[in-house]
C-alpha cells in the first residue's frame, strides 16, 4: 500500500519532468538554424513547394501549436498531410523524420537491441569489477593490491574511450586476431557472434566506469568500516567476511546504486563514442548521424527518449532505495 | 590486589578470577611516533561482580576493553596477558576470539542508535548474534530473540523485531544491545559507556536492568564509565585510570568514602553535587503560576508568553508540538536553567529565543524586541545582543578558521573596530576565558574540547551580549574540565552581568550555576522556581523522578536515591 502510494506519486512526478525536458528540448529545436521543409523540398525548390512541404510537415502553424501537436502525438499517434500522400506516425509518435522516411520511433526501436546490449553487458561487469575491487582495496587498506587497484583506476578514469576502444581494436581485433572489430549480430540470430561482438566494447566501457566505482566503493567501505556497527558486529562473534560482505556492503551499495541509475540510465540512452569506435548501429550513432544530418525531427525524438530512460532509471533507484534502506521508506 | 578482608565477595577472591588482566600494555604507531594508550594494568574481576573501569577521556578504558575482545585496530601493539577462565586472549588464534565474542563475552557500547547496523532489523541482528555461535535455525533462533527481548525489559516483542534502529528510542535500543549481548549466556559483560548516550531516567532503568542480569545470570561485567555516579550505583570494584596508568583500585566503598590516590580525590571532588533528596508528600502538584510582574523593577531581558512552537509531523495534519504553551522570564543579570530530557522541547526554546525557529502562536521577547515580529534588520541588531554557546565546540567552530578569527567574527559583523583593535580585544577575550594569547593563530583542532569550548565563550561574549544562551555547554567535556568551565560561565556572568539561559539535561550542574530552574516535560514547563527550592523539595512528580534517577557519586546515599526511584517510578511509570 505504501509501496503504491509512493510508486504512484513518483510516476505523477515523472510525468511533470518529461513535459518541462520536452519543451525545453522543442524549444531549442525551434531557435535552431536549419528548416527540415527546405532540406526536403528538393532542388529547385520553388516558393511554391516550399510552403506546400512546410504545411506537410506541420511546421506553419505557430511554435506553441506544433508542440501541443508533438505531445499529442505521443499519446495518440499523428498524421502528417492528407490524402494518398499522408504519412501516418502511430503513438507513441517521437516524431517523423522526413530524411530517413520512418516514424523516429521506428528508428529508435530498430536500435535499441544494440545499445541495451551494449550498455546491460558492460554495467553488469564493472558493477562486478568496480564494487570488487573497492571492497578488496578497502579491506587490504595500504597493501600491494589496494595500491595496484588505485593506480589502476587512476589510468580508467582519465583514459577517454574512444582511446581505450581502438587500442583495444589494435590489441584483441588486428594483433591477436581474438574478436570481431565492428558490427553487430542479433542475439537471435547468432548468441555466439552476439557475444563475441560486445566483448570489446563490454570491456571498454566496464574497464572506464570501473574505475570510478572502485573508488566510490573503496572510499564508503573505508568510512562504513569505522562505523559503531561494524565494531558491534565484530564484537558479537561474526567472521569477518560477514562483517564485510553483509555488514558493511549493504551499508556502502546505498550511495553506489544512486550513482549506478544515473549511469546505467544515461548509457542506455546510447553510447555515442562507443557505438562510434566500434561502428555498432545504437541509438549514439543514430543521434550522431541525425546530428549530422540536421535531420531535426529525430533529434529531439532521441533526445527526449534519452531523457526518459534517465528518468525511468532514477525511478528504479528511488524504489531499490526503498528496499535496501530502510530509513528513506516512510 | 590489595582489597580489604572485610568485603563480602572477597571470599570469591580465593577462586580464581574469571578475567585477569596483568601487565597489558598497548601502544599505537600514528605517523611514526609510539604512543602509549596503556601501560603496565592489571586487575582482576570475578563472577558476579561488576568491576568499573573509570577515568576520563584519553585514560585508556576503553582500549583496555577492546583488548580483551582483541578488537584493537591493527596499528596496535599489545603486550601483556588477559586471561579468560584461564585461556590466554592476547595473540589468541582468530577462531578462538570468535567463539569469545559474542559467545562468552558479550558487549553493549555507548551509543545505541549507531551500534546497531540501520538496514536490518532488530530480530535480524539478534537471531545473526545466536546463529554464529549456536547451530540453531531460522525460527528458533526467532523464537529466542523474542525470549530476550522480553527478559530485558521490553514491551511487544514483536514489534520491536520487527522494527529498524531508527524507529525505536535510545532506552529500547540499548535494551535491545543487551538482549543481544546476553543471547549466548556469556560468562562476562563489557559495557562501554552504556548510559553515557540516554536521558537519566532511561539510564536508572538500564542500570536497574544490569544489576538484575548479573545477579539472574551470574555474569561478572566490566562496566567502562566517566560517571562516578554510574560507579557508584553498580560497581563492586573500581579501578581508577588516568592517561593509561591505573591509579588506584578499590571496592567502591572504600574508593568513595576514603580515596587514596590524589587523581582520585580531584575526580570526585569534580562531581557536581545534587542535594538531599526530600520527596514532598505525594500531593496534587501546583502547576506554575505566571508570577505578576513588579512594574517598579526593570523590565525583564526575556519575556516568552505562552509560546508554541510546532514541527510540521511525518504524516500531513499532525505536527508535534515540542513546545507547548510556555511562559518564562529571565531577569537582567540572572541565571535560568531549563531543564529537561531528550525531546523535552529545552533547545527548541533556546533556538526560538534566538529567532533561529519561527513560533506558532505565543510572544517571543528579547532585550525590548519581539522576535516573530521583527524586521530583518531589527533581527539583525538584536542578535549583536546575544551570544550562543553549543554542546560541542568541535562542530559549532569552523575547522578551517583560526581561534582569533572565529572570535572576532562577530566584531567585524557588528562593530567597526580596526583589525588592530580587533586583534586587540580577542586578546583580551582570550584572556578573559582563562586562554593563552598565543593560541590566537591555532586552529580548532591543535585544541583539547575544553579549550574549543573556552573559545566558543569568548566568542560569544565578544560583544557584551545581553542574553547568553548555553544550550548543554559542558556535555561533552570531562567531569574535570566541566568543572572549570562551569566556574569560568558563573565569573564572567558576574563580571559582565549578562542573563543567562542555562539549556541542561544535568539537575546537579543546574544546582551549582543557576538562581532559578524551569523543568521541562513533554514541551511543558512542569515546574518552576529558585534552585534551592525545586531541586531540594520538588512538588511535581516528574522532577521528583528526574532528581531520584540522576545517580550521585556516594555508593550509600545512592542505595536511597535508588529505592526511592523504584517507588516514584511504581507509582507513575
Same mark, same amino acid.
Given at each position: 500500500m505504501r509501496l503504491l502510494r509512493l510508486i504512484s506519486g513518483r510516476l505523477l512526478s515523472m510525468v511533470g519532468t518529461l513535459l518541462v525536458i520536452s519543451l525545453i528540448t522543442y524549444l531549442v529545436f525551434v531557435l535552431l538554424p536549419g528548416d527540415p521543409a527546405q532540406l526536403s523540398c528538393g532542388r529547385p525548390c520553388t516558393p511554391q513547394r516550399l510552403a506546400e512541404a512546410r504545411a506537410f510537415m506541420g511546421y506553419d502553424q505557430p511554435w506553441w501549436q506544433q508542440y501541443l501537436a508533438f505531445?499529442?502525438?505521443?499519446?495518440?499517434?499523428?498524421?502528417?498531410?492528407?490524402?494518398?500522400?499522408?504519412?501516418?506516425?502511430?503513438?507513441?509518435?517521437?516524431?517523423?523524420?522526413?530524411?530517413?522516411?520512418?516514424?523516429?520511433?521506428?528508428?529508435?526501436?530498430?536500435?535499441?537491441?544494440?545499445?541495451? *546490449?551494449?550498455?546491460?553487458?558492460?554495467?553488469?561487469?564493472?558493477?562486478?569489477?568496480?564494487?570488487?575491487?573497492?571492497?578488496? *582495496?578497502?579491506?587490504?587498506?595500504g597493501s600491494a593490491m589496494d595500491r595496484a587497484a588505485m593506480t589502476f583506476s587512476t589510468v580508467g578514469v582519465s583514459a577517454p574511450s574512444y582511446l581505450l576502444g581502438l587500442l583495444g581494436i589494435l590489441l584483441f581485433g588486428f594483433t591477436l586476431n581474438m574478436v570481431p572489430v565492428n558490427g553487430y549480430v542479433a542475439l537471435?540470430?547468432?548468441?555466439?557472434?552476439?557475444?563475441?561482438?560486445?566483448?570489446?566494447?563490454?570491456?571498454?566501457?566496464?574497464?572506464?566506469h570501473a574505475a570510478i566505482y572502485a573508488r566510490l566503493t573503496r572510499g564508503q567501505m573505508l568510512e562504513v568500516l569505522g562505523e559503531d556497527y561494524i565494531r558491534t558486529a565484530r564484537a558479537k562473534g561474526l567472521r569477518e567476511r560477514k562483517v564485510v560482505g553483509r555488514?558493511?556492503?549493504?551499508?556502502?551499495?546505498?550511495?553506489?546504486?544512486?550513482?549506478?541509475?544515473?549511469?546505467?540510465?544515461?548509457?542506455?540512452?546510447?553510447?555515442?563514442?562507443?557505438e562510434r569506435v566500434f561502428s555498432m548501429p545504437g541509438l549514439g550513432a543514430l543521434l550522431l548521424d541525425a546530428v549530422g544530418n540536421v535531420d531535426l525531427p529525430l533529434i529531439v525524438g532521441v533526445t527526449l527518449f534519452s531523457a526518459f530512460l534517465i528518468i525511468l532509471a532514477n525511478f528504479l533507484v528511488d524504489l531499490i532505495y526503498n528496499v535496501v534502506d530502510p530509513r528513506v521508506a516512510r | 590486589?590489595?582489597?580489604?578482608?572485610?568485603?563480602?565477595?572477597?571470599?570469591?577472591?580465593?577462586? *580464581?578470577?574469571?578475567?585477569?588482566?596483568?601487565?597489558?600494555?598497548? *601502544?599505537?604507531?600514528?605517523?611514526?611516533?609510539?604512543? &602509549?594508550?596503556?601501560?603496565?594494568?592489571?586487575?582482576?574481576?570475578?563472577?558476579?561482580?561488576?568491576?568499573a573501569l573509570v577515568g576520563e577521556s584519553g585514560s585508556g578504558k576503553s582500549v583496555t576493553a577492546m583488548a580483551t575482545l582483541g578488537l584493537l585496530p591493527a596499528t596496535a601493539r599489545v603486550s601483556g596477558s588477559i586471561t579468560l577462565a584461564g585461556t590466554e586472549l592476547i595473540g589468541a588464534e582468530p577462531r578462538l576470539l570468535r567463539e569469545v565474542r559474542g559467545g562468552r563475552i558479550g558487549t553493549i557500547f555507548q551509543e545505541p542508535m549507531t551500534a546497531l547496523n540501520p538496514v536490518f532489523t532488530i530480530g535480524d541482528q539478534i537471531a545473526e548474534a545466536i546463529r554464529a555461535h549456536r547451530p540453531v535455525r531460522r525460527a528458533a533462533a526467532a523464537a529466542q530473540v523474542l525470549e530476550l527481548l522480553g527478559t530485558v525489559g521490553l514491551?511487544?516483542?514483536?514489534?520491536?523485531?520487527?522494527?529498524?534502529?531508527?524507529?525505536l528510542s535510545g532506552g529500547q535500543l540499548q535494551r535491545a544491545m543487551i538482549s543481544m549481548a546476553i543471547s549466548c549466556d556469556p560468562v562476562l559483560l563489557i559495557a562501554d559507556e552504556p548510559t553515557t548516550a540516554l536521558d537519566v531516567t532511561v539510564q536508572a532503568g538500564i542500570l536497574d536492568l544490569l544489576r538484575d542480569l548479573r545477579k539472574r545470570l551470574d555474569m561478572a561485567v566490566l562496566l567502562i564509565t566517566h560517571d562516578m555516579g554510574v560507579v557508584a550505583d553498580v560497581a563492586d570494584t573500581v579501578v581508577v585510570l588516568r592517561d593509561g596508568q591505573i591509579v588506584e583500585q578499590a571496592t567502591a566503598a572504600q574508593l568513595f568514602s576514603a580515596p587514596r590516590h590524589e587523581y582520585t580525590r580531584t575526580l570526585l571532588h569534580a562531581v557536581p553535587r545534587?542535594?538531599?533528596?526530600?520527596?514532598?508528600?505525594?500531593?496534587?502538584?501546583?502547576?506554575?503560576?505566571? &508570577?505578576?510582574?513588579?512594574?517598579?523593577?526593570?523590565?525583564?531581558?526575556?519575556?516568552?508568553?505562552?509560546?508554541v512552537v510546532e514541527y510540521p509531523g511525518r504524516r500531513r495534519g499532525h505536527p508535534v508540538r515540542a513546545v507547548d504553551d510556555v511562559c518564562l522570564h529571565i531577569d537582567q543579570g540572572e541565571m535560568v536553567a531549563l531543564v529537561g530530557e531528550s525531546g523535552s522541547g529545552k533547545s527548541t526554546i533556546g533556538r526560538a529565543l534566538a529567532g533561529l525557529l519561527p513560533t506558532t502562536s505565543g510572544t517571543v521577547t528579547v532585550a525590548g524586541v519581539e522576535v516573530g515580529r521583527a524586521t530583518r534588520r531589527e533581527l539583525r541588531n538584536f542578535r549583536s545582543q546575544l551570544g550562543i554557546v553549543f554542546q560541542d565546540p568541535a562542530s559549532s567552530l569552523n575547522p578551517r578558521r583560526t581561534v582569533g578569527a572565529s572570535i572576532a567574527e562577530p566584531l567585524s559583523l557588528h562593530t567597526d573596530l580596526s583589525p588592530d583593535a580587533q586583534r586587540r580585544r580577542v586578546d583580551e577575550l582570550l584572556e578573559a576565558v582563562e586562554l593563552p594569547s598565543r593560541l590566537h593563530d591555532r586552529h580548532p583542532h591543535e585544541m583539547s574540547g575544553g579549550q574549543r569550548q573556552r573559545v566558543a565563550i569568548a566568542r560569544a561574549i565578544a560583544l557584551n551580549p545581553a542574553l547568553?544562551?548555553?544550550?548543554?555547554?559542558?556535555?561533552?567535556?570531562?567531569?574535570?574540565?566541566?568543572?572549570?568551565?562551569?566556574?569560568?560561565?558563573?565569573?564572567?556572568?558576574?563580571?559582565?552581568?549578562?542573563?543567562?539561559?542555562?539549556?541542561?539535561?544535568?539537575?546537579?550542574?543546574?544546582?551549582?550555576?543557576?538562581?532559578?530552574?524551569?523543568?521541562?516535560?513533554?514541551?511543558?514547563?512542569?515546574?518552576?522556581?529558585?534552585?534551592?527550592?525545586?531541586?531540594?523539595?520538588?512538588?511535581?512528580?516528574?522532577?521528583?523522578?528526574?532528581?531520584?534517577?540522576?545517580?550521585?557519586?556516594?555508593?550509600?546515599? &545512592?542505595?536511597?536515591?535508588?529505592?526511592?526511584?523504584? &517507588?516514584?517510578?511504581?507509582?507513575?511509570?
Open positions: 505531445l499529442g502525438g505521443l499519446f495518440a499517434g499523428r498524421t502528417f498531410g492528407s490524402g494518398a500522400a499522408a504519412v501516418h506516425c502511430a503513438a507513441p509518435c517521437f516524431g517523423y523524420s522526413f530524411q530517413l522516411n520512418e516514424s523516429v520511433t521506428q528508428l529508435i526501436v530498430n536500435r535499441i537491441p544494440v545499445t541495451f *546490449s551494449i550498455a546491460i553487458g558492460a554495467a553488469v561487469l564493472w558493477l562486478i569489477l568496480g564494487v570488487g575491487a573497492g571492497v578488496v *582495496s578497502a579491506v587490504r587498506r537471435t540470430e547468432d548468441p555466439v557472434g552476439w557475444l563475441w561482438h560486445l566483448v570489446l566494447p563490454w570491456c571498454v566501457l566496464a574497464l572506464i555488514h558493511a556492503l549493504r551499508n556502502v551499495l546505498i550511495p553506489v546504486i544512486t550513482v549506478f541509475g544515473i549511469d546505467l540510465g544515461s548509457l542506455l540512452g546510447g553510447a555515442v563514442i562507443t | 590486589m590489595t582489597v580489604s578482608s572485610t568485603e563480602p565477595h572477597l571470599t570469591k577472591a580465593t577462586r *580464581s578470577p574469571l578475567l585477569a588482566v596483568a601487565g597489558l600494555a598497548v *601502544s599505537f604507531e600514528v605517523d611514526g611516533e609510539t604512543h &602509549q594508550a596503556v601501560h603496565d594494568a592489571s586487575f582482576e574481576l570475578h563472577r558476579g561482580q561488576v568491576l514491551d511487544d516483542p514483536s514489534r520491536v523485531a520487527r522494527s529498524y534502529p531508527h524507529e545534587l542535594p538531599e533528596l526530600r520527596l514532598a508528600e505525594p500531593g496534587t502538584p501546583q502547576p506554575p503560576e505566571p &508570577q505578576p510582574l513588579d512594574p517598579t523593577l526593570p523590565p525583564p531581558v526575556v519575556q516568552l508568553r505562552n509560546v547568553l544562551i548555553a544550550d548543554e555547554p559542558t556535555s561533552a567535556l570531562d567531569v574535570s574540565v566541566q568543572a572549570r568551565i562551569l566556574d569560568l560561565l558563573l565569573a564572567l556572568q558576574r563580571q559582565i552581568g549578562f542573563s543567562c539561559l542555562f539549556i541542561s539535561h544535568d539537575l546537579a550542574v543546574v544546582e551549582q550555576l543557576a538562581d532559578r530552574v524551569a523543568v521541562l516535560h513533554r514541551g511543558r514547563v512542569v515546574e518552576e522556581g529558585p534552585v534551592q527550592t525545586v531541586l531540594r523539595a520538588p512538588r511535581h512528580p516528574y522532577t521528583a523522578r528526574l532528581l531520584a534517577a540522576a545517580p550521585v557519586a556516594d555508593p550509600t546515599r &545512592q542505595a536511597l536515591r535508588r529505592e526511592a526511584w523504584r &517507588q516514584l517510578t511504581l507509582a507513575s511509570p
